[in-house]
């Protein structure tokens, strides 16, 4: 049988990247900045990122193509952007959230993903395939222990002992005020508010474990309550019908800070003690390049049944 290509998509918050294979051979690996080709207007960015991934094959479309993409929050959703990149590319396509791909790139077929990077959410599929989503509702509402989110409650944290009058001693103060380049206590909110975006936002959270390593009560009580947010959008899953047996999480915060992961797993053994708690190791998008696989096999499948 002639080899055909296949992708991997992983659409991050922040970064998008994309893997190509010739059969077992990589033949693309890019990492692009998601806001430098994304606009959030999804037939346009169905057009560009179908001509991003032709152009890292050579100028051929894959044959298979699955995509994990942050945003893409319900079935719906998803079904369009995957109907948009089939137009665009002839082949077949798949797109999941992004969560989705933690578990496939741990190397399991089922499981829940959780996803702890610029945003955060929790997605699983139902025994009838449906797919259940927690979180993702973005820093303003919501994305527990995500980078943005983790700033966000130190600065809430930090707020609330000046108003208590305590004398500002805590290293979370002079961490944070030092990543925002200000001495000045008062300017901290406006600092913040002067921020769009939850991925600017989100590159302040070194400050939160550079505290919480230094002993800082702050920062400490804010990374356990990021991890308890985490665990408790599995739960909702889990009470929606999710299994719990598997639970894999990833992304750039979860994965490179290991208080945050220590703190999601203390939490997860009061969620639901039974589960198999899994980090990632491996690139989320080693995930879309496995479910791109299972899209080829599943597509050669059918053929061979039309033959018969």
Known sequence: ????????????GTKTRVMACLGERMIADEVLVTESWRIRQMETDAVTLAGIVTDLCGGVAPAALAVGAHGCDTGKQCLRFQALLAEKTGGAVKVVNDAELMVPAAGYMDGIGVVSGTGSIAVARSADGRMLAAGGWGWILGDEGSAAALVREAAKAIRRSFDRGEDGGDPLIGA????????DQTKLGILLNETRGAAVWGRHANAVFEAANAGSPLAIRVIKDGGA???????????RGASPDLVVAGGGVITEQPMLMAAFVDAM???SP?????????PPVIGAVALARRLLVGRSSLSEIGAV
């Open 1 to 12: 049988m002639t080899q055909e290509i296949i992708a991997g998509v992983d659409i991050g």
């Open 176 to 183: 944070l005020m030092r990543e925002l380049g200000t001495s």
């Open 229 to 239: 947010g985490l665990a408790a959008l599995v739960e909702l899953l889990i009470q």
């Open 269 to 271: 053994a009061k969620v």
């Open 274 to 282: 039974s589960s198999q708690v899994v980090l990632l190791r491996e």
